[in-house]
């Protein structure tokens, strides 16, 4: 990952119906590309969910039922030129940049596997360690000290690197404020640039892991009832995909 600030490189993003990555229907899609010494491109998709999109996802991102049957492409067209998109980008050794990658990773992978596509894993056979990078779990490892409920979320967290939006909650906005987080991370921390794809997709992976069980830690021992404190709350630490809890379909 040497040279990340000039490196071509590409971002993603899902706008979707559900919290829950393996119930989860993409709505809006969008990749940045960008860097390289070539002008950036942005390429977008409005998709068809197919189901019903709950009105508390459509404050969020704006797409409604009436807007996604009218204007919405077919899931299964849209979701095999995105994930075509993204492998050949990951074949030619660029980084690929989502933030909370696990999230959009895992619901990209259950919406091919629910239209019988390909998954990503089988479109990059003999790929073990993709240039994957998640803004999310580097700003965890280098900054663990944040103070603040909320303050991990995009925006906050855009605003900690220096990057200044003006849209957001859109899949291209979203986007673009994870790839220019990620630039600013690997210009703050040069240690990240020392890593080469392998060595940081393996980081990752352990510090995704650690993360996520202190906290499940604080959510068994310090977290109140109303804040979902339980002592037998399980926060899966899987990175970058996600598995379907037992019981659940994807």
Known sequence: MSNFASARKVAFDTETTAADPNEARIVTAALIVRGGDRPDH?????????????????????????RAQAEGQDPAAALEELADRLAQ????????I?????????????????????????????????PLLDPLVIDKQVDKYVKGTGM???????ERYGVELTDWHTAEADALAALLIAEAQFEKYPQLNTMGPQQLF???????????????????TKATPEQGGAPDKVIDGSWPLVPAQRGESA
């Open 42 to 66: 942005t390429m977008s998709w409005l998709i068809n969910p197919g189901v019903p999109i709950p009105p508390e996802t459509t404050e969020i991102h704006g797409i409604d039922d009436a």
């Open 89 to 96: 980008a990951l074949a030619y050794g660029m980084p690929v």
């Open 98 to 130: 989502a933030y909370n990658l696990s999230y959009d990773w895992t619901v990209l992978h259950c919406e091919l596997k629910r239209h019988r596509l390909v998954p990503m894993s089988e479109r990059l056979p003999g790929l073990t360690a993709l």
């Open 152 to 158: 991990r979320k995009l925006k906050p967290t855009a």
């Open 202 to 220: 393996a980081a990752q992976k352990a510090w995704r892991a650690e993360q996520q069980a202190g906290l499940q830690k604080w959510f068994r």
